[in-house]
C-alpha cells in the first residue's frame, strides 16, 4: 500500500542530543514537509523540499536541519541548539501542484512525538 | 507571505444538527487551493474536502460542504447531521497553484465536540 512513514512513534531526547526523525514516503510525490505541533496549536512549517537535493526553510527553521538525498525520504534531526524540542512533528508529501491535477493535497504520516528528558 | 486564519478555537454541536467552521486567508495570487483537514485524537491528519480557487462552484463531500467567497477570501466548512465521529481537531490550510510544490500553510485549528 502507498504511504507516509514516520519513525519511531516516540522519541526521548536528553537535553544537549541531536536526534532524527524518520519520514518515507512511496506515494512518488515530490515535495515533502516537516511540521511542528504543539498542545492545542496548529502546524507551523519547519522546513519543505520541492525536489531531490532542494529544500527550503518554513516558519520556524532554527534549530533543525534537513536533507532531501532521495525522493522517498526526508528526515529531519533536531540539534542540541533547539532550545524547546518537545513536540508533535509530522511529515507530508503531495505531489507537484499544478492547475490540471486534482489530487493536490498532503498526505500525511502518523507523527513523532518527542520529548526532552 | 501567505496567512490562514481560523478565528474559532472551539466549536460545539449537537448529534445531527448543523454546524460551521470558519476559515479566512490572506493571498496576493489568484489561483490556489484550500483544503480542510481533520485531526482526531489520533492525530492521524484526513482530508475532508478541498477547493480549486478558480472553480466558482463549492465543493462538497457527503455531509461536508464550503461556502468559498474568494473576493472576501473567506472559505467556511459546513458539517450537516453532525455524528459522533466528527468530533476532532478541524485544520484550514492553504496551497499556492502560482508557485509550483509550493508550501501548505496552515491556520491554528478549530476544536469541534459533538455532544449526543
Known amino acids: 500500500d502507498g504511504g507516509i512513514t514516520q519513525s519511531p512513534k516516540y522519541l526521548f531526547r536528553k537535553e544537549g542530543q541531536n536526534v532524527t526523525l524518520s519520514c518515507e514516503q512511496n506515494?512518488?510525490?515530490?515535495?515533502m514537509y516537516w511540521y511542528r505541533q504543539d498542545p492545542g496549536q496548529g502546524l507551523r512549517l519547519i522546513y519543505y523540499?520541492?525536489?531531490?537535493?532542494?529544500?527550503q526553510k518554513g516558519d520556524i527553521a532554527e534549530g533543525y536541519s534537513v536533507s532531501r538525498e532521495k525522493k522517498e525520504s526526508f528526515p529531519l534531526t533536531v540539534t542540541s541548539a533547539q532550545k524547546n524540542p518537545t513536540a508533535f512533528y509530522l511529515c507530508?508529501?503531495?505531489?507537484?501542484?499544478?492547475?490540471?491535477?486534482?489530487?493536490?493535497?498532503?498526505?500525511f504520516g502518523q507523527g513523532t512525538r518527542l520529548t526532552v528528558v | 507571505a501567505q496567512t490562514v486564519t481560523q478565528s474559532q478555537p472551539e466549536m460545539s454541536v449537537q448529534e445531527a444538527e448543523t454546524v460551521t467552521l470558519s476559515c479566512t486567508y490572506d493571498?496576493?495570487?489568484?489561483?490556489?487551493?484550500l483544503f480542510w483537514y481533520k485531526q482526531p485524537p489520533s492525530r492521524q491528519m484526513i482530508l475532508v474536502i478541498r477547493q480549486e480557487a478558480y472553480k466558482q462552484q463549492n465543493a462538497t463531500e457527503n455531509r461536508f460542504s464550503v461556502n468559498f467567497q474568494k473576493a472576501a477570501k473567506s472559505f467556511s466548512l459546513k458539517i450537516s447531521d453532525s455524528q459522533l465521529g466528527d468530533a476532532a481537531m478541524y485544520f484550514c490550510a492553504y496551497k499556492s497553484a502560482e508557485t509550483s510544490g509550493s508550501r501548505l500553510t496552515f491556520g491554528e485549528g478549530t476544536q469541534l465536540t459533538v455532544n449526543p
Open positions: 523540499s520541492q525536489i531531490v537535493n532542494d529544500f
Open positions: 507530508a508529501s503531495s505531489i507537484y501542484g499544478d492547475r490540471v491535477s486534482m489530487n493536490t493535497e498532503a498526505f
Open positions: 493571498t496576493s495570487e489568484s489561483d490556489y487551493y
Open positions: 506515494l512518488n510525490h515530490d515535495a
